[in-house]
């Protein structure tokens, strides 16, 4: 899967967590799911949970504490998902 | 150093199927915590209220740490619930449209957590809606306010304006003299300006769908 097939998907996966639907169409590698996306953190292991089904993967802790901005996410779900392929 | 930190989760919110899901609370529950629900007095709670207690301290505690360190990543299962203490009784706090105190002294859900080799005390409010922490190093919190309020649920930037108006509405009541504005810290927590001149009051601020709530420690004129 390619980072930007993996960001279309990651779209789907925080659609149901912000209000902010505009920004949300046109995030970047950089955008924040805090501050940028106006995320609740009592969601993150919400998105975690889902983006482990969407992507049939395991995200651990570690892996986990990193994805604050959408492009460490990407970095996460690719290594995971290179993994497992 | 010191700072401050607190909580809100508003249970309306909660997946409570997802909650009691192994795969959702072991993603920042971790075993030596999850032996607390062991204890009758804590599995007296409902298990969805246990887990939410858990994150809201050990939030809480992570915007205590902020604080002081700004290159701290938000990593829950790193943060660690070492004790829960639940009173035999419980203050009847029952949080109406508005709730607020200045005496944390007893009656509340107390216990330690552990950020970063830190050791930190929490004080909690569990009811039927809401689970609310605030934390401090010093056991006895002194000098803190703490205050909840349920609002008609808004968008959260709305929520973020009116928790800042319910803060400041409560600062005039005790310093009717001031002119104070806030603005948020480059890491995020905020900063009460007076007249322009930046307060060392240490303050904290949550909001989750109907809930917002502030707490402050006074530090003499602030």
């Not at chain 1, 924040?32 to 969601?43: F, G, R």
């Not at chain 1, 492009?71 to 996460?76: H, L, Q, R």
Request: with cysteine.
């Amino acid at each position: 899967m390619s980072r930007a097939e993996i960001l279309e998907e990651l779209k789907k996966v925080l659609t149901p967590y912000t209000e902010n639907k505009e920004m949300l169409a046109g995030i970047t590698e950089e955008t924040d799911l805090i501050k940028d996306l106006k995320i609740n953190s009592a969601n993150l292991v919400d998105i975690i949970i889902d983006a482990e089904s969407q992507y049939n993967i395991e995200i651990d802790f570690d892996s986990a504490e990193k994805m604050f901005s959408v492009g460490n996410c990407i970095d996460v779900i690719a290594d995971k998902v290179n993994h497992s392929a | 150093m010191i700072s401050i930190g607190n909580d809100i989760v508003a249970l309306s919110a909660i997946n409570r199927q997802r909650t009691n899901d192994i795969r959702f609370h072991s993603k920042f529950v971790t075993p030596t915590e999850l032996a607390l629900y062991q204890e009758p007095a804590i599995a007296a709670l409902p298990f969805e209220s246990f887990v939410w207690l858990l994150w809201s301290v050990k939030e809480s505690a992570y915007k205590y740490q902020k604080r002081l360190d700004s290159d701290l990543i938000f990593s829950p299962a790193k943060i660690i619930v070492q004790i829960i203490d639940i009173p035999q009784t419980l203050s009847s706090t029952i949080v109406n449209d508005i709730w607020e105190t200045e005496n944390l002294a007893g009656g509340f859900i107390g216990g330690n957590v552990y950020i970063n080799q830190t050791k930190l005390c929490f004080k909690s409010i569990i009811n039927d809606d809401l689970i609310a922490t605030v934390v401090d190093q010093n056991p006895l919190f002194q000098n803190i306010h703490w205050g909840i309020q349920r609002i008609i649920h808004q968008d959260t930037e709305n929520q973020s304006d009116l928790v800042r108006m319910f803060l400041l509405n409560n600062l005039y009541s005790i310093y009717p003299n001031s002119n104070f504005s806030l603005q948020k810290s480059s890491v995020g927590y905020p900063i009460l300006f007076d007249n322009d001149i930046e307060t060392e009051m240490l303050i904290s601020l949550a909001h989750h769908h109907q809930y917002i709530s502030y707490t402050f420690k006074l530090n003499g004129e602030y």
